[in-house]
């Protein structure tokens, strides 16, 4: 059984710290849609394959699927957007890993298996929470879980 000591999975918040929750500083956050083999709209989706350990996105090997056209531009990652994969992973490579988007990427989409934050930059940088969601990866907390 695992239990928490802390108040939070980061440590204890300084009583003198303000908390804020995460859907609290994002503009928008959305899943993405792994899509069809063929069709009308077809883009370079973005796989858990993509991630790197280190956060930069590695397009070597992109999937080219079929996005419905109403779909399409909506998840389209933009630049400071991060990707957070939400399944698979395993004992040596725990989910939750991260994926910075470091310039608008027209023509790409992203896949079921990821799930795209769009910070409100008016309340958070958004490579503050990169940071922060990375090393929450990277801690091995999420083993745990």
Known sequence: MITQTTDTILGDVPKDWGVVRLRDVLKTHFPGNWGEETGACMLRVLRSTNLTNSGPLDLADVAVRAIPKDEAEA?????????????????????????????????????????LLRPDQTKIDPRYLG????????SGRVLRL
């Open 131 to 138: 940071w922060v969601l990375y090393r929450l990866n990277r």
């Open 75 to 115: 998840i389209q990652p933009r630049k400071d957007d991060i990707l957070l994969e939400r399944s698979g992973g395993g004992p040596e490579q725990p989910v939750g890993r991260v994926g910075f988007v470091s310039e608008d990427m027209p023509g790409f989409a992203f896949s079921n298996f990821l799930h």
